[in-house]
């Protein structure tokens, strides 16, 4: 019998749907108008009016726009939509707004030199003076919403269900970020963080932390709202009826001026709303029946091809990897025979919970073994996540497991790389002139090729999290190899980046936004792979105390176009300059602050190979 998904499913399938409506329906709720009035018919209010063309086809649904040429007859103006609306819905919702703030300059903001309107669907802002990127957080305003009731479990933690939302916003290209929750009673409920796109990710977050310090005290529900960011919670039923509608507000400004909405329009717009509603009805039934015979048929086709989803890594995944890996069990006493007893002179390295020990098989083959400590728990686990990643790798820039015994010790046996890790080349100023031109170049480009198998190429997508000069070991022929998966996340089809609660990795590879909050997706891997990049041209390792600076010292030099002197001398004269210019640049693009500017392993290593 096939099982198909719960009612629930398809209602959150159906709410964001439902939320996406006519802008007929809408009505504003926040503006606010400042600075001087302007003359007419003057420079700027000319220019004001050329803006409002701008908020159509003309205009990117998320962005910023400048009109004029001379400093002081400029306007400077933002256009933003709800991301998932339509084109069409987008640009009315922005033509509206600047009619209604621009033109009803009898009671709106039509003859002031700044002002921000703010609908449900869009956000219209303009001013005299150049606001981008600067955070504005005040006025803050406190608009309640209509909401059904809620039990007192739901109100305690409804704000926690908010506060997961703001670094996801902060992080978005869109500024935007909603979740949805189900309580027991079966009632839906959303929080939404949303800043202007101008914001940086700090600048948005601290935005969106303080709107949501601001709810009053008793306040679980309702829109906290300034000109750069808002914050909103809200309960959402099964019907369209009692969606929240929260009321239109009058600009705060000086005048206390309000915003003109005529009551014919008003009339006007409650007829279309029961037209639309039928509409969206009938849109809404075709998604649902669309969406069942597409469940329906992935759910057979899965149950055909018995394909395990990618994220399952429990008891039964566990049973399974150790199944197919019977012949590689190595017998205890073979591998205490093979490292002398695990005696201190065989060893080639702590690493975390484990001890890693050099070892010789009767059959002359060398080995590393990894013993892990009998009393560390979160060592098990690493241990374990190691097994279930590595099992599935095969690429020849990642280490390559040989076998495992887990029974009164818990060891991994790798294949033995005699050259050890990328960090004892850097830090032994001997074995750093080892390193020629031709040497480094080869291990970036190892080091390229083996991310791109874990992100892309593999059958799983797999963000290492841990990347690092100690984890890049060297074969007999300075062959890069990835190792240490014990921090490193299995990723389904179609995710993209993840939440982790414990922060994990070494502190002074992490991107930003895992270092600060917890978030980790391919592009965390690439920041690893540009710290790593600029280490192997300078010579010099991020970790060592004197070169806390490294990072910012190459970009000084990069912007100054001083790059040759970060170059390591050791390598001697003999290097192309060509080639290491463009692998500094490399790795600096891999350096940018926001994930979504940095390039994915597939250009990188594109980029490689055109050198």
Known sequence: MLLLPSPSFFLIIFIPFIAIQSFAEESPYFSYCSGDNFTSPGFF?????????????????NGTVVIGNSPGFQVFGL???????????CNECLNQSASVVIFHSSGGCGSRRSAVIRFD?????????????????????????????????????????????????????????????????????????????????????????????????????????????????????????????????????????????????????????????????????????????????????????????????GKKMEEEILDAMKSTVFDLDTIRAATNNFTE????????????????????QEIAVKRLSRTSEQGLIEMENEVNLVTKLQHKNLVRLLGYYLEEEKLLIYEYLPNASLAKFLDDPVKRRLLDWRTRFKIIVGISCGLLYLHKDSLHRIVHCNLNTTNILLDSNMDPKISEFGFAKLFSVVETERYISQIVGTSEYLAPESAHHGLFSTKSDVFSFGVLVLEIITGQRIGNINNADLLSNVREHWRQGMAWKVIDKSMGPEYSSKEAFKCIEIGLLCLQENHRDRPDMASLVTMLGTL
């Open 121 to 313: 669907l869009c956000i219209f802002r303009y001013s005299d003076r150049r606001f981008f990127g600067i955070p504005e957080h005040k006025p803050f305003r406190f608009i309640p919403t209509k909401s059904l009731n809620v039990t007192d479990g739901i109100n305690a933690d409804a704000r926690d269900r908010l506060r997961d939302v703001l670094p996801r916003a902060a992080m978005e290209d869109s500024r935007y970020s909603e979740k949805i929750t189900e309580d027991s009673g079966g009632l839906f409920i959303i929080a939404v963080a949303w800043c202007t796109v101008d914001l940086s990710t700090d600048d948005c977050l601290q935005c969106l932390s303080r709107a949501e310090e601001s709810f009053p005290n008793g306040k679980h529900f309702g829109i906290v709202t300034s000109i750069s960011c808002e914050v909103r919670l809200s309960t959402y039923p099964t019907s369209r009826d009692n969606i929240w509608s929260p009321s239109p507000l009058s600009p705060l400004s000086a005048s206390n001026s309000t915003v003109p909405i005529s009551q014919s329009r008003l009339n006007r717009e409650g007829k279309m709303s029961k037209t639309a509603k039928m509409i969206l009805l009938v849109g809404a039934f075709g998604v649902v029946i669309s969406s069942l015979l597409l469940i329906t048929f992935f759910l057979q086709q899965k149950r055909r091809n018995k394909k395990q989803t990618p994220l399952s890594i």
């Open 79 to 89: 256009a933003q939509c709800r991301p998932h609306i339509s084109i069409d819905i």
């Open 345 to 364: 002179e065989n060893v080639l390295g702590h690493c975390g919970f484990a001890v890693t020990y050099k070892g010789v098989l009767q059959h002359g």
């Open 45 to 61: 209010k000319t220019r004001l009016h050329l803006f409002q063309n701008y908020t159509g086809p003309k205009w990117s649904l």
